[in-house]
């Protein structure tokens, strides 16, 4: 059966695990399920709305193959995504549980009945206990807040939005096509409708602040979300964003100097939502900037002694 959907009543339960200042998503799902949730990046090749059929326009740091994880990379067919997910996950981690991760692209680009035949045939085929669908706000139509509904009934559903900011100008200038006054309604919406919500946010976003961030947070911290996904801004080869950068550089931020704002910011957010992601992967060969030393273990580290060497936490700023 699925885990109920939490109210937002209890905003002040704080992180069961003392060792890590902020709320660790596999914690969170170790305090829903008993056990961790192990999530199978799926590509079902949607594509993505924003973007011309040439494949070209789009968010300005958008890589030209919208995110894909590695291992969809590598995979023939979506049958071979998801068998090679979980068997990978069964014989390295023990993985017991297992989340469907539509993450490349825009996960619910589809018409919803398309949609719902392919849903049906990998719930009768794999052991999925939940169904993360990565997404943009402006792209939930009512027929697919519908079928997400109906969905909700067979397993657990998360929608990850890509909010970004909540600062339209600085989504104008990245081109995301959105303002923050959908991304708020598609949160509101979807909660809801019974559906858990994670939010994507982006620090250094050119001609953003940091006080731009910290508002973000406030703001974000605000509504009705379960999870929330954190990273630094990316410039990659070929994007538009790389253009832009190398006629007018902008600030783009080092280890320490991002990881001070999302400290900040980390401290704005509840208590009981679950950080999925303090940072991100980029493959060497498309990274121009910013060009780190630390790995991105040895940033997850930093930021955990950090905030515990001043005794701060996730939500010890937050206003409830
Ligand atoms: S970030 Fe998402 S919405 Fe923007 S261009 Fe890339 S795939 Fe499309």
Redesign the pocket.
Known sequence: MNAQHPKKKNRKKKPTRVDCPYYKHKNYMIDRYGVPMFRVPIDLGFG????NSDGS???T??YED??RAEQTLIANSIEEQISGGIAFARSRYSATKFMAYIQA??GTFASASEQKTIYNKLLQQYPFDAVSIGT?PDCLPPSTLEFLQELSKRLEVWVEL?VQTTHDQALKRIN??HDWESSKRAIIKLHNMGIMVTVHLMVGLPGETIEDNIKTAERIAELPINGVKIHNLHIMHGTELEREYREKPFIVYAEDEYAEILIDMLRRLPPDVAIMRINTDTPADRLIAPLWQMSKPAFINYVINSMNKRNIQQGDLFKG
Do not use: E, Y
């Open positions: 993505c709305p924003h973007r326009g789009g968010c740091f958008c919208g995110g692209f825009t943009r890509g995301r096509g």
